[in-house]
Nanobody
Framework: QVQLVESGGGLVQAGGSLRLSCAGS????????MNWYRQAPGKQREWVAG???????NYDESVKGRFTISRDNAKNTVYLQLNSLKPEDTAVYYC?????WGQGTQVTVSS
């Protein structure tokens, strides 16, 4: 059973950066793709970025060029680097693999 734990969220000013981490357990973690989602207050959860087991990446248009997803299989960890943050990036960020979700980490961007 895969378990996922996010960390790295916080409060940052517009234009700032954060790096989110998603630590996973189990062999399945390294053999499958991972995705990041976010949910802002009063809004539906939305997909942000994904990375395949081979390292291929995809991004939502709203974050392309600002966010970078990467993975370190030796550490069973997937990262989401958030640069040039905007107030509209404020949300709880979740990682997901298959049907397994992490608990989320809060990102708040002040203007």
């Amino acid at each position: 059973q895969v378990q996922l734990v996010e960390s790295g969220g916080g409060l940052v000013q517009a234009g700032g950066s954060l790096r989110l981490s998603c630590a996973g357990s189990g062999r399945i973690f390294t053999n499958n793709g991972m995705n990041w989602y976010r949910q802002a207050p009063g809004k539906q959860r939305e997909w942000v970025a994904g990375i395949t087991s081979g390292g291929g990446t995809n991004y939502d248009e709203s974050v392309k060029g600002r966010f970078t997803i990467s993975r370190d299989n030796a550490k069973n960890t997937v990262y989401l680097q958030l640069n040039s943050l905007k107030p509209e990036d404020t949300a709880v960020y979740y990682c997901r693999q298959g049907i397994v979700w992490g608990q989320g980490t809060q990102v708040t961007v002040s203007s």
